[in-house]
């Protein structure tokens, strides 16, 4: 087995991860140091890697008149609202697409928890004789600023006069009302679901949720789009329904805390798998702690940024493109300071 001479600087800094600890400076001792990997995933902007806050729990959403958050958009009435109908329509055909939006509450869910499961329910009112699917996806913060009171097609707010940002012509074209994929929703579908042709009214449809796409949305909460459908409009109770408040939209969402470990070597994961996310801060760690952060994934590019919360780099953010780049920093008992970091993919 080979053999290091560690000097006292290296052995303070490390001294939590020794397999065997020299005991003065410049001590032989036989063996490698140990730095377990801890594969770990980014949370909020987030790495936790002395364990989560606030546990695992569950929220149960329904909201009514008052609190709830959704409408639909209709091309064919391009500036209508119908934030108070009692119904969600939607469909798909040229010239009369119709999209639904609806936005939970999400504030219940505590900062840094990962989304475990996700159920999206949503109850018919139109019947017929011929089977329909729709898609749930999530709208991108791109669209956050969209108002319950104030969309229609043309705008995701006419009174702050703010388009879709799919709307590239900015003049309520067939690209507006949120359709684009990839500007206005992700393209990524979070739950599916079908109506079969003879299905009573009042029917319940659980939409199981993609957690990946949950977690984004938990970042940052612009709400559902569902899509789908055929050329006449297919209702579903709305959160503004009077008659059916038992039918109305209900969100279920179950969630538990970041792991974390203690390891001071971290292959880091993007939240949701995403192709890109941004490392903020790291929550954890004790006075003179150093850390070494790789990508998980070649696939997933971890943005370490510099500033934005308590990583203090040497000038600029870093992209861990790669499993094979690192960054090694040290924790001073308030930020995390760069020491090195090496580009090798």
């Known amino acids: 087995m080979a053999t290091q001479v560690v000097n006292s600087e290296l052995i303070d800094l490390l001294r939590p991860f020794f397999v065997e600890k020299p005991t003065a400076i410049g001590t032989t001792v036989t063996g490698m140091l140990n730095l377990p990997p801890c594969d770990n995933t980014i949370a909020g902007g987030i790495l936790y890697i002395t364990g989560g806050v606030g546990g695992a729990g569950s929220v149960t959403l329904q909201p009514g008149p008052v609190t709830g958050d959704d409408t639909y958009l209709y091309e064919a009435s391009a500036a209508t609202h119908y934030n108070a109908a009692a119904s969600i329509n939607v469909s798909t055909a040229v010239g009369t697409d119709t999209n639904t939006l609806i936005r939970f509450d999400l504030t219940g869910i505590p900062a840094g928890s990962l989304v475990t499961a996700a159920t999206l329910t949503l109850w018919n009112i139109t019947t017929g004789m011929v089977d329909r699917t729709f898609n749930v996806h999530r709208i991108l913060p791109a669209n956050i600023g969209w108002l319950q009171a104030s969309a229609n097609w043309n705008f995701a707010d006419d009174v702050g006069a703010t388009r879709w940002a799919g709307d590239a012509g900015a003049d309520g074209g067939p690209d507006a009302g949120c359709s684009v994929a990839g500007t206005d929703y992700a393209a990524a579908v979070m739950g599916t679901f079908t109506y079969t042709a003879g299905m009573a009214a009042y029917t319940a449809f659980p939409i199981v949720l993609d957690t990946g796409q949950m977690d984004l949305m938990v970042a940052s909460n612009a709400g559902f789009l569902v899509r789908g459908g055929i050329f006449s409009a297919f209702a579903f109770v709305s959160a503004d329904s009077g008659a059916h408040p038992a039918e109305r939209p209900e969100l279920v969402v179950d969630y538990a805390s970041p792991t974390g470990c203690k390891s001071s070597y971290q292959r880091v994961e993007t939240q949701g798998a ?64 760069e020491m090195a970091r090496s580009n090798n993919g």
């Open 274 to 337: 995403a192709a890109t996310d941004d490392l903020d801060s790291i929550d954890g760690g004790t006075e003179g702690d150093l850390i070494i952060l790789t990508a998980q994934n070649d696939a997933h590019t971890v943005v370490v940024k510099d500033t934005t919360g308590n990583l203090r780099l040497a000038g600029a953010d870093m992209s861990l493109d790669s499993a094979d780049d690192t960054i090694t920093l040290l924790y001073d008992g308030t930020n995390w300071l």
